[in-house]
Every structure is written in C-alpha cells, then in structure tokens.
C-alpha cells in the first residue's frame, strides 16, 4: 500500500503530480512562461508565475486526461483573469483533444476581489467550458478537498459538472461563514463556531444531502481512485435530466426548507442518530447513506 | 428602471409579464409571429433557493413547451441571498442548475437574451444574465461585485490607489462601462430598447466570444491570449 499523504495538506502542482501516472504530467504555462496577472502588480500586490492555478494533460491509469489544479495559498484560490482564462483554456482544448476526463481540483474563495470584474466575467466563461465539455460527452469530475474549501463562483462551477468528490474535511457553499456574518450578523452564521460551519458546508452535509456524489477520506490515493473508476463515465444534460433536478430541488426545499441546522434535517431524511453523524468516519456515512437508499427505494 | 416601465418600454401593451415574489415571468409579442419568453427578477432580488428555482421552472417551461421561443432573462438582483439557511440547502447548486437550464435551452436552440435593467451584483448576475448568449445593459445600469470603499477594507490596499487605478483599469471598479470593454456586455441599449432586443435576436451568438471581445476592446487585454496559448501548446 502507498503511503498515505494528505490530500489536503499537499499544494496544487504536488496533488497533480502524486494523482496522475508517475511523471506524466506535463504542465501547460507553467511557472516558466511567467503569466502572471498584471493587475496584482498594479496595485503592489504580490503575484505568482503561475497566477494560482496549475494546467495540464497527463495519464491517469494509462488514459490521457487534462486536469487543473487551484492553488489554494495563492490569494485563497481566488479566480482572477488570467486564472479563469487558463482554466477556460484546458476545458476549451478538451474538446480538441477528448480526454477520457477533465479533473478539476478546486479550492477557492471564489472571484479574486482584486480583479473582481474579469472573475465574475471569468467565473461565467468558465461555466459555459464546463457545460459545452461536459454536452461533449467528455466528464467533468471536480476534486474537492483543499484547506481553503470551495466557495463563490467556484461552488457554482463545481454544480456544473458531471461528478463531485469531497473529503470529509472540505467545504463547499455559495457565500463563505464570513461573509454571511458580516452581513447579517453573528446570530445569523456564527463564523468562528467551527462545527456550526462545517455541519452547514461541510463534505458528510453535502454527501447526505446528495450535493457530492462522493465522500472520500483526505487522502491523495482515495481521490486517485475516484478519479480513475470516473474515467469516460458522462453525464450528458438533458430536459428529461434536469427536469428530475429540478423536481429533486423543489422537493427538498419543502422536506427540509423549514430546518434552521444540519442536525434536523439530517434527521428528517431518516438519519437514524444524527447527532451522531460529526464523528463518523467515510465508511460509516456511506453504509448510512446506502441503507437510505434502500430504504427509500 | 422598474420593471413594468421596462415592460412598457420594449413591449407597449403587448406583454403578459406578471410577478410572483421576486420573480417576474411571462410572454411578450415582439411582432404579429414572434413572442419571446421573459423571465428575471425585480427590486433587487436577492437570489434565494426559492427564486432561483423559479427561473429554472419558466426556463425549462419554455424548452419543453414552446420549442425554439426566445428567452429574454431580465437581471435586477442585489447578488444572492446571504442567509444560513440558504446554504444549508445547497444554494450553490439551485444557482448552478439554472445556469444549466439557461445552457440546456441554448443547446436547444432558443436564443437567450440578458438585460441588466437596473442592477447586477455579485453571484446573482452569473447564473443568469452572465449565462445568456449575449448580456446587454441600459446605460444606466449599475454592475459590480463590490464598492471600492468595501473593496479597500477586504483587500487592504488604500482607496485613493484604487480611486486612481480604477479611471484607467477597467478590471474591478464598478461600473456598466467597465464590463462593456471587458466583453462581459456585448453593448449598451439606449433609446430604442425593443429595436436593441431586435438586433439582439438577429445577431447569432452562440459560442462565447467575450474574452475575445474583451481583447479587441481593450478591457481584458489577457484572456483571449491566455486562452489560445493553451490551446495551442
């Protein structure tokens, strides 16, 4: 068995590295060709030659794959516009190339505020890459499990692929704790409550919710694994498809929408101990889920 | 502009736009053989599970119903809805699946309008207007993420440099003229708004050229390049 690295404690270019083929990785604008973002340096700030975010294609398994990597201790991940372009770019050359995947490992704040108008505008570009991949019949996995979670526009790409991992330890939302805070007070989303945050954006919350489609320790080979039985596995978009979601969506929010915690609407989906659920491991939340299913079916 | 001013404005009396809530939706006539679907918010909205899912509704109504009929999203929204429970709920994913409606239905061939009328903020813009074929704005729309005075406390960089930066760098100041030369609105609709929509409608559109236009306007000098980099390596 391989050594176990975390996943989250690892940074972009290492997770691209240790998931993919040894030595198949082969990055695309790279720290070497210095495209960085001008706009960071205009107003002093310190830039990177990789402006955040890692590209490339390499083996997965022996299958050729295209994957991006957020750099999460660059400005949070933040999507600015050279790091959208680029992540535009890898999705657009999928097209081109046909991969049998694209991986995405986000982490995130969302749009880079610096340059606040290109990554909203980026955000958007990005999402259309997804989906037009994506009607391609080429999947678009994300992998979600770095320290600095998955937030803002970001969390609205992830829902535009065709699968979601998560680690345990990783979070995915809209708006961030802080920003709930600041604008509607501490009563309203206690930031520093860090239960409370992770019960409300946390990866066991989104597996149960069915948010992620996966849940997987914070371990490098566990996401490997996923990523390669995801390998050629589309989810093609259609009427019929989002017209479910759509009944999926509204549904919840009439079992559920009235639930002020986590803890009560885990329960009200038939979690038998939801109190109990915080100190589960992965295995244990996917018997529980599992067996939900069995008994819903 | 309210909505029922806009309404009059492109249609006269020939809509049926009604409100539910934060959400406006409805058909209009835009000649004796061409309605177009309309469907957005008012007042600001803020976007919430409920009026997210709403859209979607009217959008996928739309495609399953009336094949080919022309959306036209109208965007006036504070940004999404900041709320505890909201999340709880996954708002990033009711916010992601109108976007997808808004994609499925362009693959489906209707053609899809954004209009800003008033205001675009933040996350509430880009599952919408920002998902159409191309977005438009009346010239006294207001689009942005954040105020500079805001902007300076989160990023800490003084707001006299961002006062002076912002007059020539169009990349995070407020402003609709800024996300016209970044590409993010093809153009600006004064005067005549049904004979923009017209044009708009007759203009094919359905691959994303903003960051090329972005280029060519001088707003976004790096995407398009960046882009055709990676594709050609």
């Known amino acids: 068995m391989n050594p176990h690295f975390s996943f989250a404690e690892l940074n972009a270019r290492e997770r691209v590295t240790q998931l993919l083929d040894p030595d198949s990785f082969c990055e695309i604008l790279g720290p070497a060709a210095r495209t ?55 999705l657009q050359r999928a097209l081109q190339v046909r991969p049998a995947a694209v991986l995405v490992l986000a982490e995130s704040g969302g749009v880079r505020l610096h340059e606040a108008n290109a990554g909203l505008i980026a955000v958007s570009e990005v999402m259309r890459a997804v989906l037009d991949v994506r009607a391609a019949g080429i999947p678009v996995v994300m992998l979600i499990g770095g320290a600095n979670g998955c ?89 019929q498809s989002l017209l479910e979601e759509q009944q999926m969506l509204t549904d919840r929010i009439v079992e559920v929408g009235e639930c002020d915690e986590a803890i009560e609407i885990w329960r009200r989906l038939g979690v038998q101990s939801p109190d109990q659920v915080a100190g589960m491991d992965v295995e244990q939340l996917r018997v529980l889920m599992a067996s939900r299913g069995e008994a819903n079916s | ?34 309605t177009i679907a309309v469907v957005g918010t008012a007042d600001h909205a803020a976007i919430g599970v409920e009026t997210a899912l709403a859209q979607a509704r009217f959008v996928l109504d739309t495609v399953a119903s009336h094949p080919g009929r022309p959306i036209l999203l109208l965007v006036d929204t504070q940004g999404q809805r ?43 813009f880009i599952t919408s207007g920002l998902m159409a074929d191309a977005c438009y704005a009346v010239p006294e729309a207001e689009i942005r993420v ?43 609709w004064s005067g005549d708004l049904k ?6 409608l007759a203009a094919p559109n359905t691959v994303d050229t903003r960051a090329t236009l972005g280029a060519e306007r001088g707003g976004r000098a790096l995407a398009a390049s960046v882009i055709q980099q990676v594709l050609a390596a």
């Open chain 1, 36 to 90: 960085v973002s001008p706009h960071l340096a205009l107003l002093g700030v310190p830039y990177a030659f990789d402006d955040g975010v890692v590209i490339g294609s390499g083996l997965l398994q022996g299958h050729p794959v295209l994957i991006a990597a957020q750099e999460g201790r660059f400005m949070g991940g933040g999507v600015g516009e050279v790091h959208g372009a680029k992540l535009v770019g890898i």
């Open chain 2, 195 to 200: 004979q923009g929509l017209l044009d708009a």
């Open chain 2, 1 to 34: 502009m309210n909505w029922q001013a806009l309404s009059l404005a492109l249609f006269g009396e020939s809509h049926a736009i009604t409100r539910t809530g934060d959400v406006i939706h409805g058909t209009a006539q835009l000649g004796p053989a061409l």
């Open chain 1, 151 to 239: 937030f803002g526009g970001m969390g609205l790409i992830a829902r535009c692929a065709d699968h979601v991992v998560m680690s345990d330890q990783a979070r995915m939302s809209m708006s961030g704790p802080e920003v709930i805070e600041s604008s509607h007070g501490v009563e309203e989303f206690d930031s520093r409550d860090r239960a409370l945050v992770w019960r409300t954006t946390g990866g066991k919350h989104r597996f149960l919710m069915g948010d992620c489609d996966w849940l997987v320790e914070d371990d490098l080979e566990a996401f490997r694994g996923l990523a390669i039985e995801l390998l050629g596995q589309s989810k093609v978009l259609t009427l």
């Open chain 2, 82 to 124: 900041l709320r505890r429970r909201d999340e709880l709920l996954g708002l990033n994913r009711y916010m992601a699946h109108l976007g997808c409606c808004v994609d499925l239905a362009r693959r489906s061939g209707h053609r899809i309008v954004g209009l800003v009328y008033d205001q675009a903020l933040s996350g509430g």
């Open chain 2, 146 to 188: 954040m105020r500079i005075p805001a902007m300076s406390r989160v990023t800490k960089i003084s707001e006299d440099l961002l006062q002076a930066l912002s007059l020539t760098n169009p990349v995070f100041a407020p402003g609709v003229a800024n996300y016209v030369a970044m590409g993010g609105i093809q153009a600006l």
